[in-house]
């Protein structure tokens, strides 16, 4: 249905396209009109079209040579689509370079301190006390599932899933800490970065 | 097979546009692309492959949509490795300009440190890719094989903000050559944020700053308005962008006056915001 709608939608929007592209101005009051059931979806993709897509080029006539930099797109691209991951070797340092970031560059991106990216790349942090919401920002900027970055913290892959015994101790080391002790002991987390992260610990405690 | 190329490239919407001739029309597109389809020459063939690498006239070359249904009736579905790399390679060939260009455009008022922009390019660039090959190899995605710029579209859309979320730079972004947001924007979205405390002026339009917006080029407002809640960039865009009463924006959007002037409150109140790290650059009138 989801699939249905959506179709609908682009078919709706590729029309207002091709009304502007012909010179024909087109109204998102004509459209409101017309289609009041989509009526958000479709001023959300008229915004977007005007600020980024009105102005490209639509003539793909030609086949030129990949540039190096769309040969380099194109094969990182292949690169994430082909190699299936091998839970053994699914940790974030490996998806971190999938995505060619380095630790810094992840932090930077997590809103976290180096150390504290290194502290859950070794698997010294306790992947239980890990807020949801740095879960959702790490999947965000690996472009991975919540089910493999939760594996690769050594989490289960589902939240309902019960974790035996076995994989706990696979990644269980003597020395895991807290998320909370972490960010209290970060010798490089910014004092804004500290209380932004207290206060994520704190919605979720409440 | 050139007439239906031509049929496809000329291609034009209706006068009459309800939903039926929609439908007729995206009809009409398959069946000519499956025609199309029909008459290419044997797959694998010198002749298929000089078909599909060969730059064409504009009239004349093989729709995207095509090619897209050649990567996954053929290639897909023999596991030809080898065929599908060198389909997808031919595709992101074709649009290369235009998907290098989008990437320049995605970054161009983005902040970013020196050094910086060749690789968040890089990145941006990569994801587009990954999503379009993921799209391509994925057969449950029919769109392609009947609109392949706009599921382009749709799809360098959600790169982009998946991307920018990522990057914690949605909020960062400049409007489109900031130069261009006049002083008096600010000004106005400034009293109009005073104004919020007082029930009685609540609803008074604040003139100067539809002014300003009207005096924003229609790809600058409509970058500052991507960035608002759904719900309120209608109401923005009706009322400075089609010159619609808040009484005609109210029965259009099923939604009461009052609730429109609100929305339209809220949205000056948070465009300012988006504004209010560019006011420098707006105040020496210097662009980003």
């Known amino acids: 249905m989801e699939k249905v709608r959506e179709e609908e939608i682009m078919r709706i929007t590729a029309q207002f396209v091709a009304e502007q592209e012909a010179g024909q101005r087109p109204r998102l009051e004509d459209y409101a009109r017309r289609y009041p059931q989509y009526v958000d ?21 030609s086949v030129p040579s990949l540039s190096a930099g769309s040969r380099a797109a194109l094969e990182l691209a292949w690169e994430r689509i082909d190699t299936p991951f091998a839970s053994s070797t699914l940790t974030l340092a490996t998806l971190a370079r999938r995505k060619h970031y380095s630790l810094a560059r992840l932090a930077s991106i997590l809103n976290l301190s180096v150390d504290l990216v290194e502290q859950l790349a070794r698997r010294q942090l306790d992947p239980a006390t890990l807020p949801g919401e740095l879960l959702q920002r790490l999947a965000r900027a690996l472009s991975q599932s919540l089910g493999v970055v939760r594996q690769a913290l050594g989490l289960p892959e589902m939240p309902s899933t019960p974790f035996l015994a076995e994989e706990r101790a696979a990644y269980h080391t003597q020395h895991q800490i807290s998320f909370r002790e972490a ?24 | 097979m050139e007439k239906d190329k031509k049929q496809i490239r000329n291609e034009r919407p209706p006068d009459e546009t309800g ?64 065929a599908q790399h060198r389909i997808c390679e031919i595709i992101v060939a074709r649009l290369q300009t235009s998907n290098e260009q989008w990437v320049r455009q995605a970054l161009a008022n983005a902040h970013l440190l020196p050094g910086e922009r ?34 382009l579209r749709f799809a360098r859309k959600h790169v982009y903000e998946g991307f920018m979320r990522r990057e914690g730079r949605w909020q960062k972004l400049t409007p489109g050559r900031g130069y261009r947001v006049p002083r008096v924007l600010l000004e106005s979205l400034e009293r109009s944020e005073q104004r919020a405390g007082s029930p009685d002026e609540q609803d008074v339009p604040d003139e100067r700053a539809e002014q300003a917006l009207l005096a924003v080029e229609q790809s600058d407002i409509a970058a500052l308005l991507f960035r608002l809640p759904e719900r309120l960039r209608a109401v923005v865009w009706l009322i400075f962008w089609e010159d619609l009463s808040t009484k005609a924006v ?28 560019e006011q420098e650059v707006v105040i020496d009138g210097k662009g980003a």
């Open chain 2, 250 to 277: 109210g029965k259009l959007l099923n939604i009461s006056d009052r609730t429109v002037r609100n929305r339209l409150q809220t949205a000056l109140a948070r465009l300012r915001q988006v504004l209010e790290n």
């Open chain 2, 19 to 82: 939903d039926a001739s929609l439908s007729d029309l995206f009809a009409e597109r398959r069946a000519v692309l499956a025609r199309i389809y029909r008459s290419l020459p044997p797959y694998g063939s010198v002749a298929f492959w000089e078909l599909l690498e060969r730059t064409q006239e504009k009239d004349q070359a093989l729709p995207l949509e095509v090619l897209v249904r050649v990567l996954r009736e053929e290639a897909l579905a023999r596991a030809d490795k080898q």
């Open chain 1, 183 to 206: 960010i209290l002991a970060s010798s490089q987390l910014s004092d804004a970065q500290r209380n932004y992260w207290q206060d994520v610990l704190e919605r979720k405690r409440q």
């Open chain 1, 41 to 61: 979806e479709i001023t959300d993709f008229v915004t977007y079209y005007y600020a980024m897509e009105a102005g490209l080029p639509t003539d793909t006539a």
């Open chain 2, 118 to 151: 060749h690789m968040f390019a890089a990145d941006l660039y990569a994801d587009l890719c990954e999503q379009l090959l993921r799209a391509l190899l994925d057969d449950g995605q029919r769109f392609w094989e009947e609109s392949f710029q706009q599921a």
